[in-house]
């Protein structure tokens, strides 16, 4: 079947510029993540969205950041006025339901390159 | 808080050798533990997990063992193949964001 999968795949803006990533989840998945994977920082968890959703936000790294889910399918990870540090992938998961023994499964990432 | 923390690479070996990862944990309470893997140009793919204390993961030919006595989940492989070459990331997951928590990667070079 079909897994997760993220758009674009890659991206390249300028300093300053907004951006929207996307991730369709595995259909029929109710929990979706976002993570984020960077050369200084390693993968650092972001979001995390029950249904439609997000029951703690502390993990954005900034208000620049903010994500939604609708439908209880696909979800948009937006950075608005984008920094050089936000070059990263993006890297979206899904699974079957919340909790911690469930396998999350994850799309192919969004790189994302701030000039 | 929660933290991960498994052995720099990149580990080099030879086609056949013994392969061994360490990978140690800290956390508050029982955590889920994983390790997945991302093969050059790919994505991140599960490679195995166990879900509570003494349980055995194993898929493809590797194994690990959650050892809360010592807090650990070294991965291992009997024989190793020029194809395991990739980056390994062992990760906890606990909290009530099921976030995963995740170690720096090692990277596995196999040389023929």
């Known amino acids: 079947g079909a897994g997760v999968s993220q758009s674009p795949s890659n991206k390249v803006t300028e300093k300053g510029k907004d951006v929207e990533l996307r991730c369709d989840p595995i259909?029929?998945?109710?929990?979706l993540y976002w993570y984020r994977q960077s050369l200084g920082q390693g993968l650092e968890f972001l979001i995390y969205?029950?249904?439609?959703?997000?029951?703690?936000k502390s993990g954005l790294p900034s208000d620049r950041f903010s994500a939604e889910r609708t439908g209880g399918s696909v979800s948009t990870l937006t950075i608005q006025r984008t920094q050089q540090e936000d070059s990263a992938v993006y890297l979206c998961a899904s699974s079957q339901r919340p909790g911690n023994t469930e396998t999350q499964y994850f799309g192919p990432g969004t790189r994302l390159l701030v000039l | 808080g929660d933290s991960v923390t498994q052995m720099e690479g990149p580990v080099t070996l030879s086609e056949e050798a013994f392969l061994t990862i360490n990978c140690t944990y800290t956390?508050?309470?029982?955590?889920?533990l994983f390790w997945y893997v991302q093969y050059p140009g790919e994505g991140l793919q599960l490679l195995l997990k166990a879900t509570k204390a003494d349980d055995k993961g194993s898929n493809k030919g590797f194994e690990a063992t959650y050892r809360k006595e010592t807090t650990s989940f070294h991965l291992e492989k009997g024989s190793v193949q020029v194809s395991d070459s990739a980056v390994y990331f062992c990760a906890l997951m606990g909290g009530s964001n099921y976030q995963l928590i995740w170690g720096a990667g090692t990277k596995l070079i196999i040389k023929p």
């Open positions: 259909s029929g998945h109710t929990a």
């Open positions: 956390a508050t309470g029982y955590p889920s």
């Open positions: 969205f029950q249904g439609n959703s997000a029951p703690d």
